[in-house]
């Protein structure tokens, strides 16, 4: 995680954004040597196909998902 003090940010705060949004890591934006802002990359959301990629086929049904389950709940 880089950081940059604001004198320094405002003077290339372009070339800054073009880094994040190239790298997708986040700026640490300092004021006298303290941390006052963060600036992150801005992300949109993932479909549940690009979010659930890394569980496709791993796992396993013992039943049809799809078959009632009435029979687990009870009536108040």
Same mark, same amino acid.
């Given at each position: ?10 003077? !290339?705060? +372009?070339?800054y954004f073009?880094?994040?949004?190239? *790298?997708?890591?986040?700026? #640490?934006? &300092?004021?006298?040597g ?14 549940? !196909?690009? +979010? ?7 796992? *396993?049904?013992?039943?049809? #998902?799809? &078959? ?9």
């Open positions: 995680m880089e950081s940059v003090p604001k004198g320094v940010l405002k003077s !290339q705060m +372009l070339a073009r880094k994040i949004e190239k *790298t997708g890591e986040t700026l #640490i934006v &300092t004021d006298h303290q941390p006052v802002l963060c600036i992150t990359p801005y992300h949109t959301k993932k479909n549940p !196909q690009e +979010l659930f990629a890394s569980l496709q086929g791993k796992v *396993t049904y013992h039943e049809d #998902i799809n &078959t009632p389950s009435a029979s687990e709940w009870t009536e108040d």
